[in-house]
């Protein structure tokens, strides 16, 4: 069974550019959630798609936006990027359903904002 | 709210020693609580999970973590360290039937295994 797969693996993008990234959960998944990774401030959840609608959502500002298809892939997108916005963004994917589901994670899109 | 503390920074130990990682939640619901490891330029991987069936819990690699309710503490352990067991540790907590899916992670602690 395949993981989850995150494209790219690394990005460089300069201040004021907008970002894509792209995540492919693992089949049969329909939860996907989104996180940033920052050496200051750790493992901060961004947001959570189940079944094509955003779940929860973290304290990011409105810059950082998803979504999730139907086939459970999920896009998250950085409009106006800032210095600030450098970071391992990882990718979760889990069942969604009733019960604890496990999380299972890729291995993140390195962004570099110059 | 939920919150979780790692009580430390930063581990050495020496390979062949024993482990001690130690973590301490907060939470309003019955909580679940995770441990994760991430090595260097790697995503994260799912060591054990608590989800109230046992307080003691087993993981993959030799680890694992006992849950005690009334010391809110959810420490991770391994009787022997190996060299591989280098890289940074997560204690996780959620309570996924009240918060969608969201995972509320701890600061992190860098364990380092010296031969």
């Known amino acids: 069974k395949a993981g989850v797969t995150q494209t790219p693996r690394y990005l460089i993008k300069t201040r004021g550019q907008q970002v894509t990234l792209s995540c492919s959960p693992i089949?049969?998944?329909?939860?996907v959630s989104w996180y940033q990774q920052t050496p200051g401030q750790g493992l901060q959840f961004l947001f959570e798609?189940?079944?094509?609608?955003?779940?929860n959502k973290g304290n990011f500002p409105g810059r950082f936006s998803g979504r999730q298809f139907s086939n459970s892939r999920s896009e998250m997108n950085v409009s106006t990027l800032e210095l600030g916005d450098s970071a391992l963004y990882l990718c979760?994917?889990?069942?969604?359903?009733?019960?604890?589901?496990?999380?299972?994670f890729g291995q993140g899109t390195r962004l570099t904002v110059v | 709210a939920q919150s979780v503390t790692q009580l430390d920074s930063h581990v050495s130990v020496s390979e062949g020693t024993p482990v001690l990682l130690r973590c301490n939640y907060s939470?309003?619901?019955?909580?679940?609580l995770f441990w994760y490891v991430q090595h260097p330029n790697k995503g994260l991987q799912l060591l054990l999970k608590?989800?109230?069936?046992?307080?003691l819990v087993k993981g993959i690699n030799g680890f694992e973590a006992e849950f005690k309710k009334s010391e809110t503490s959810f420490h991770l352990t391994k009787p022997s360290a190996h060299m591989s067991d280098a890289a940074e540790y997560f204690c996780?907590?959620?309570?996924?039937?009240?918060?969608?899916?969201?995972?509320?992670f701890g600061q992190g602690t860098e364990l380092s295994v010296k031969p």
């Open positions: 979760a994917s889990s069942l969604g359903g009733q019960g604890i589901p496990e999380a299972f």
């Open positions: 089949s049969g998944h329909r939860s």
């Open positions: 798609y189940f079944s094509e609608t955003q779940r």
């Open positions: 939470s309003s619901y019955s909580p679940s």
């Open positions: 608590y989800t109230s069936a046992a307080t």
């Open positions: 996780v907590v959620s309570d996924l039937y009240n918060q969608g899916g969201k995972l509320i």
